[in-house]
């Protein structure tokens, strides 16, 4: 069993992760610093359950300014979450997603290769790197159109440089659209489930025939914790991880409309500058060195977020 740290542990996919780890034994160190982008008792629940767990110990911390050494000690994995997510708001604040993505990320890896206990390096990138579409192999040009897109790619490029030049046992993970229960509130899912129950009316920016890769948040977990278990095959590896079913929006939206019963009003808008037009997964390779096989049909993933969205006030 292995002693792990969580950086974003209180965000909506780290905190599902620190779950799954401690479920299979490991002991986990959970960091986050609660940054507002949305509020903090949202990611105070999401973190109720691991806070639970007798393996688990959590600090509120920043990376851009925490001494991170005490908390790394004895951590031979690194999961690191932490991040300011989220395209439309890195226009207007790029201070925040440069010092968060860019700065946080660089500490983060020198305290790891000051500790020196650090086995594996988890880094979460995005589909984002690729720019406007997102549709091949890991291999493809890495053209970002959203300076949150830039500064994951300049994390994803430290991590490269540390493991170049020191050694740094790095596996990158770039995630796909996730969904799914503890969905970030800024999140179109979240949005348009949130307009189906309030009856409020929902807005789609193009013509809502963009689509995504929809990962459900629980097989981006198993792939993150399968890049751990078969670390030899991780290893300086960079991975696609997406779900299985690439959907356009305006079929989302009719989904979602059968699944609560309701019917959504739009309103129309133009495409946001940095928006994707098509994200569609390429996960061959995860496939093929980690065993990933997302298993979640989208349907069942949409139930499950509008279940947990029903049960907010
Ligand atoms: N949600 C998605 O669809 C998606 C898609 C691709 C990639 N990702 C990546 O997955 C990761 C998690 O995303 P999420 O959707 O769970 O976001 P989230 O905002 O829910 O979680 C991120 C957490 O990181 C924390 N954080 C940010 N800056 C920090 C700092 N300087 N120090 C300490 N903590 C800090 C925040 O407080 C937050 O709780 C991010 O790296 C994101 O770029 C997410």
Same mark, same amino acid.
């Given at each position: 069993m292995s002693r792990c740290l969580v950086t974003g542990a209180a965000g909506f996919i780290g905190s599902q992760l620190c779950e799954a780890l401690l479920a299979r034994g490991h002991t986990v160190v959970g960091l986050d610093a609660f940054i507002p982008y949305y509020p903090r008792p949202i990611k105070e629940v999401n973190l109720a359950a691991a806070r639970r767990q007798a393996g688990f110990s959590f600090h509120e911390a920043d990376l851009r300014a925490a001494d991170l050494s005490p908390l790394l000690a004895g951590c031979e994995a690194i999961f690191h979450l932490a991040a300011m997510p989220g395209l439309i708001k890195s226009w207007t604040d790029f201070a925040l997603y440069e010092t968060c993505n860019i700065l946080g990320t660089q500490r983060l890896l020198a305290a790891a290769q000051a500790a020196a206990t650090c086995r594996h390096f988890l880094y979460v990138s995005t589909s984002s790197v690729y720019g406007r579409e997102a549709t091949q192999a890991e291999t493809a040009p890495l053209q970002p159109v959203s300076p949150y897109g830039i500064t994951k790619l300049a994390a994803e490029n430290l991590c490269r440089a540390y493991e170049s030049n020191f050694g740094m046992p790095v596996t990158i993970l770039r995630y796909f659209s996730v969904y799914g229960p &503890?969905? &970030?509130?800024?999140m179109g899912y979240y949005q348009l489930i949130r307009c189906l129950l309030r009856d409020e009316p929902f807005i789609v920016c193009g013509d809502g025939e963009q689509t995504r890769s929809n990962t459900f948040v629980a097989d981006a977990v198993v792939a993150t914790v399968l890049a751990f278990e078969r670390r030899a095959a991780a290893l300086g590896e960079t991975f696609n991880v997406g779900g299985g079913e690439i959907v356009a929006l305006n079929r989302i939206i009719r989904m979602l409309e059968e699944i609560t019963g309701r019917s959504v009003r739009l309103a129309r808008q133009p495409p946001r500058p940095g928006d994707q037009t098509h994200t569609s997964a390429n996960i061959e390779k995860a496939r093929r060195l980690l065993g990933y096989h997302p298993g979640t049909p989208l349907a069942d993933g949409l139930r499950a977020q509008v279940a947990w969205q029903k049960t907010l006030p």
């Open positions: &503890r969905q &970030r509130p800024d």
